[in-house]
């Protein structure tokens, strides 16, 4: 330990400006502090604290630079004075790759407050910690990486499973911050929206359809690019007619028909007011639509991002629950972390 510094308590308000180093600090002695206080026993860890506290006119200007090496709690003990905040989780979500938590925590105040206490507001800082943990541990993990963006969703085209391009930047961005925590696994809930995924439903099966059947004639014509899949075949406007019309031909429902009992042509609107009538787009759909789009955040994270899959759970969910708080409609994914 180390202090120095400055102070001249005589002056008519305090004077101070003082640094004090803590280093090499072995916390498995305060076990029983953190037994009765955390809920938990520690195992292992060391502290290290770089502290500057500046005093002037009854003004606290102070940094808190706390480093935590390889910190670990080990078994849980009932205690009526633990706190009842998900430390295991902000541990897991604070410790990176190395085993290490680096936090810095500015506080101030007035020291002419009443109620002033350096380490109670010290405190609240970290208590404020633990309750984002509690509350919001996806927006805690991205904060500590930058970032300003709302991570705890993804948002999805109406009827869609496909992940928009800005959507796919914030997975790419989570994915780097799961890879720097490797004791948090990822929970995905996927839902859906029973008033307006219906018909978004409908318009994406038939563009895939529509799609597939541009495919299936570049791969009879032999001139189908190498790698390329029906999903990511374009149609353009010319083009629209000729692969609507392919589809409804196949398409399996009363078609209206001539007086010599033959189907009869139609134009596009028509043909399309047909075909999106005829397709079903229910519960079962849009259960399965949640589920895929899960699915795809699933797959992105771990086919493109390389995160590990054995982190990643799809989770089971009312698919119909609205949206707590966010903003956003039920075509969404929502996504949480745990802690082991």
Do not use: C
Not at 9 to 26: G, M, N
Not at 245 to 252: M, R, W
């Amino acid at each position: 330990m180390s202090i120095a510094g400055t102070v001249d308590p005589l002056r008519e308000s305090l004077f101070l400006d003082l640094r004090v180093r803590f280093t090499d600090i072995e916390l498995s002695p305060a076990s029983p502090y953190s037994g009765r206080y955390l809920g938990y026993l520690v195992d292992k860890g060391k502290l290290f604290l770089d502290l500057d506290y500046h005093i002037e006119n009854n003004r606290l200007e102070s940094r808190n630079r706390i480093f935590l090496d390889q910190f670990t709690f080990g078994e849980r003990v009932e205690s009526e004075d633990a706190t009842s905040l998900p430390v295991r989780l902000a541990i897991a979500l604070l410790k990176d790759r190395k085993g290490e938590i680096h936090l810095d925590l500015p506080v101030t105040g007035r020291t002419d407050n009443p109620q002033f206490s350096i380490w109670g507001l010290v405190w609240q800082v970290l208590k404020n910690l633990l309750v984002k943990a509690a509350t919001s541990p996806i927006a805690l993990l991205t904060s500590m990486f930058g970032g300003g963006e709302e991570f705890s969703f993804i948002a999805f085209p109406y009827g869609s499973t496909r992940l928009a391009e800005p959507e796919q930047e914030k997975l790419a961005k989570l994915a780097s911050a799961l890879k720097d925590r490797p004791a948090l696994k990822l929970e995905v809930m996927g839902y859906a929206d029973p008033e307006r995924d219906p018909e978004g439903y409908r318009e994406e099966l038939l563009a895939q359809r529509m799609r597939r059947e541009k495919y299936l004639e570049l791969v009879k014509s032999g001139e189908l690019a190498p790698g390329v899949t029906a999903e990511a075949i374009q149609i353009t406007p010319e083009e629209e007619s000729k692969y609507l019309e392919a589809v409804y031909k196949k398409a399996d429902f009363p078609k209206p028909r001539n007086f010599v009992g033959l189907v009869k042509n139609l134009p596009d609107t028509e043909m399309r007011k047909l075909l999106l009538a005829n397709t079903e787009g229910g519960e079962t759909e849009l259960k399965a639509l949640a589920w895929g789009r899960g699915a795809a955040v699933r797959s992105f994270l771990v086919e493109k991002e390389g995160v590990p899959s054995e982190r990643i759970f799809q989770k089971q969910v009312d698919v119909f629950q609205p949206a707590d708080g966010t903003g956003i409609g039920g075509n969404r994914v929502e996504l949480g972390v745990e802690a082991p």
